[in-house]
Structures are given as structure tokens and as C-alpha cells.
Nanobody, 127 residues
Framework: QVQLVESGGGLVQAGGSLRLSCAAS????????MGWFRQAPGKEREFVAR????????YYADSVEGRFTISRDNAKNTVYLQMNSLKPEDTAVYYC????????????????????WGQGTQVTVSS
């Protein structure tokens, strides 16, 4: 069982940066692939980024590639999402998620690839 708590959201102007954090409980955090998703008003939740459990392999949605960076610090049980060059269309609630397939090194772009979710943190980008 993993519990996830996001933080770091807020209001930022277009072109600015934010860093989201996701603190996880549980001694086996390092064995879970982790992901970030987002949901804008009136839209479905969408994949943003993913990081593997071991080798730091990362995956990104085309819309954020080159602007966002996912990373993890297993010693701190935390995963991060560094967001640069933010655009108004990045406005959404951002969710952290853990893929319950521990030690799995493949990709995971769908909601149902993930078993544990945080409560979300709001990111608003003004134009």
C-alpha cells in the first residue's frame, strides 16, 4: 500500500516555472514506477510523465516534452515534476500516481496502469 501527497502547485505567469513534489509513504517506494497525470476543467485526465523504478528511464507526453522533467529521490520517498516554460494550456489539477507493478521497467500511459493516486494539486498558468 502506498499513500501519495502532492504539493507545490500554485499560480504562475506564462513562461514561468513550478516544481511539484509527491511524497510517498511505504518502505518499498523505490520499487514502484511513478507517474504524473493532469486533468483540466471539462477534460479527461491525461498522462504527463513517468519514471521507472530503477534506471531513471523517463517517458513524456508530446505536449510537455522538452519543458517538463520528472525525477525521483528514493532516499526521500519523493518524486518531482519540474515544469518550465509554462503555458496557459498547462492549467490543470496535477496528480501523482504509483504503478503497482513493482520492479516493472516498461511504459505506462493509461490511468489503469496505476494503482495508487494522490489527491492532486492545482496549477494555474495565467496569460
Amino acid at each position: 500500500q502506498v499513500q501519495l501527497v502532492e504539493s507545490g502547485g500554485g499560480l504562475v505567469q506564462a513562461g514561468g516555472s513550478l516544481r511539484l513534489s509527491c511524497a510517498a509513504s511505504g518502505r518499498t517506494f523505490s520499487s514502484y514506477p511513478m507517474g504524473w497525470f493532469r486533468q483540466a476543467p471539462g477534460k479527461e485526465r491525461e498522462f504527463v510523465a513517468r519514471i521507472s523504478w530503477s534506471d531513471g528511464r523517463t517517458y513524456y507526453a508530446d505536449s510537455v516534452e522538452g519543458r517538463f522533467t520528472i525525477s525521483r529521490d528514493n532516499a526521500k520517498n519523493t518524486v518531482y515534476l519540474q515544469m518550465n516554460s509554462l503555458k496557459p494550456e498547462d492549467t490543470a489539477v496535477y496528480y501523482c500516481a504509483a504503478d503497482g507493478r513493482t520492479y516493472y521497467s516498461g511504459s505506462g500511459y493509461r490511468d489503469d496502469d496505476y494503482d495508487y493516486w494522490g489527491q492532486g494539486t492545482q496549477v494555474t498558468v495565467s496569460s
